[in-house]
């Protein structure tokens, strides 16, 4: 029956790269605009007000929006990569677009799509490698946000008093300064390069590392790891489960897998509204 079927929903994933807005109803994406994230707060958001005002209709409940963070009631605080430092994003698009609107950090959206559509573990993390390194924790079936910003696991410090997203980021730096250009890490470790292998050790320890960190802390049934490194597959998850192998202090293996959602954070921003 008609009325049986789930509300529409705008869900808003916005990231430092690209910005995509997609009208969603259920688990089905109808349509989507994407486009490269302005570097301007002018631009950003009229990009992103045309993009919704474009999807939006009277059957459409409400706006979920996933942000990197940090983020409180609504004020996107100071996220990196994005020209919103202490913008109030929920109450603009509540006064533009007069629906409800609901924004959560965007790798606590990819854990919520998870526990709903993925995994559909009751206790698991996930860990997203972008331009930083996010984390979104699932307890008892719920997002855990402890006081309010829970889930910074690129905070954590490891090798050298270094925090984990620092190494990522200086990882990505090394591989430019060493082959004059960005190189996936897919593309990288098939190279036989002895730059790239040491670059990739190195990597793959302090991945582990900060993985094995977060396990002995929380003891999840999986951990979810999601970003652009999932195109290197199996070979690079392996390399994650065993170095994280070595650092892990509990008598159980935790199980490691790659996210297998498409869209999982523009997925999980529809949940925000739709639940």
């Known amino acids: 029956m008609a009325g049986n079927k789930p509300k529409k929903v705008i869900a808003v994933d916005l990231g430092g790269t690209n910005l995509r807005v997609s009208l969603v109803q259920g688990k089905k994406i109808i349509r989507y605009i994407k486009n490269s994230t302005p570097k301007t707060k002018e631009e950003l958001l009229k990009v992103m007000d045309d993009s919704i005002s474009i999807l939006i209709s009277k059957d459409v409940k409400g706006i979920g929006v996933g942000s990197p963070g940090p ?5 996107i605080k100071n996220p990196p990569n994005l020209p919103l430092k202490n913008f109030n994003l929920k ?9 409800k609107v609901v924004i959560e950090n965007d790798v606590h959206c990819v854990a919520l799509s998870e526990a709903k559509l993925g995994c559909k573990k009751k206790n698991f993390l996930v860990v997203a490698f972008g331009t930083g390194i996010g984390g979104g924790i699932i307890i008892d079936g719920k997002l855990y946000l402890g006081e309010n910003f829970a ?3 690129g ?3 490891l090798k050298k008093g270094k925090f984990f997203e620092t190494l990522w980021q200086e990882t990505r730096k090394k591989i430019k300064n060493a082959f004059g250009k960005d190189i996936l890490i897919i593309d990288l470790m098939k190279m036989k390069d002895k730059k790239a292998k040491e670059i990739l050790e190195e990597m793959y320890d302090y991945i582990g590392m900060g993985l094995a960190s977060l396990i002995n802390i929380f003891d999840p049934e999986i951990v979810v790891l999601n ?3 999932k195109e290197a ?3 690079l998850l392996s390399k994650i489960r065993e ?3 070595k650092y892990v202090v509990l008598p159980h293996s935790t199980e490691i897998s790659w996210s297998k959602l498409n869209h999982p954070g523009t997925m999980g921003a529809s949940l925000l509204v739709s639940k």
């Open 155 to 157: 905070h954590i410090k």
């Open 71 to 75: 983020l409180e009631n609504g004020i």
């Open 227 to 229: 970003g652009g490194i």
């Open 151 to 153: 889930g910074e696991v």
């Open 243 to 245: 170095y994280t192998k």
């Open 91 to 99: 109450k603009h698009l509540e006064d533009k677009f007069k629906r």
């Open 233 to 235: 597959g199996d070979p």
